[in-house]
């Protein structure tokens, strides 16, 4: 099956920094989600990019999918982006394949 | 309603014991799903619907683990005889067709004793 991976699987920032969180995979995918997933565990749609850039805000993703792989750029961090962002695709069928995650923490 | 919502949000049983978790998807969304996340790891799938049928179980990690949609909608997932390796959060999502933007409920966090 399809391999997802994330980097890097810990971040730590500082409030108004920038960062950049990389999400590969092993195989050509029907479509790509980035999901924030909150204190409580809520899992939240960033993103739905199987190719391309889009941008909401201060979050912005790049999906390059003849080379298999996406960015998901978060800038002027806020203390409210902490959680766990993951990377998640379809490959052939129904399933969703999630990555591990890369874990944020933005200190104040 | 407005989101996927799931009930009941915490659930702690002992084991040995029967549970059902229940998930009610964005109206008209046909297509349903569950996960299971365990600590510190990405949700791992187990069950897809596209309306009342069971269209990939293939995750479901034992025959203690069933799921249903009589009606299409709501789906009720059922775990038998319930072992301490089945606590985990349990996470359902549905979305408008199997290639649809999937929203995820708020989960069900397990815990058995």
């Known amino acids: 099956g399809i391999q997802v991976e994330q980097s890097p699987p810990d971040l730590i920032l500082q409030e108004g920094a920038n960062s950049t969180l990389r999400c590969n995979f092993s195989d050509s995918v029907n479509n790509l989600q980035w999901f924030h997933q909150n204190p409580w565990g809520q899992l939240i749609n960033l993103f739905y990019?199987?190719?391309g850039t889009k941008q909401n805000g201060r979050l912005s993703a790049t999906t390059v999918a003849t080379e298999r792989y996406s960015l998901l750029y978060i800038s002027s961090s806020q203390t409210t982006d902490s959680g766990v962002y993951f990377c998640?695709?379809?490959?052939?069928?129904?399933?969703?394949?999630f990555g591990a995650g890369t874990r944020l923490f933005v200190k104040a | 309603g407005a989101g996927v919502s799931q009930t009941p949000s915490n659930k702690v049983t002992e084991k040995g014991k029967y549970v059902e978790l229940r998930c009610d998807p964005i109206s008209g969304h046909t297509a349903l799903y569950w996960y299971r996340q365990s600590l510190g790891q990405g949700p791992e799938f187990l069950i897809y619907?596209?309306?009342?049928?069971?269209?990939?179980d293939s995750g479901l990690p034992n025959d203690r683990f069933f799921a249903v949609r009589p009606e299409g909608s709501v789906s009720t997932l059922k775990i038998q005889r319930t072992e301490r390796g089945d606590s985990a959060m349990y996470l359902c999502a549905s979305s408008f067709g199997k290639t649809g933007l999937k929203y995820f409920g708020p989960g069900t966090r397990l815990t058995v004793t």
């Open positions: 990019i199987p190719s």
């Open positions: 998640a695709v379809d490959g052939g069928g129904f399933k969703t394949i």
């Open positions: 619907f596209q309306g009342t049928g069971a269209a990939d």
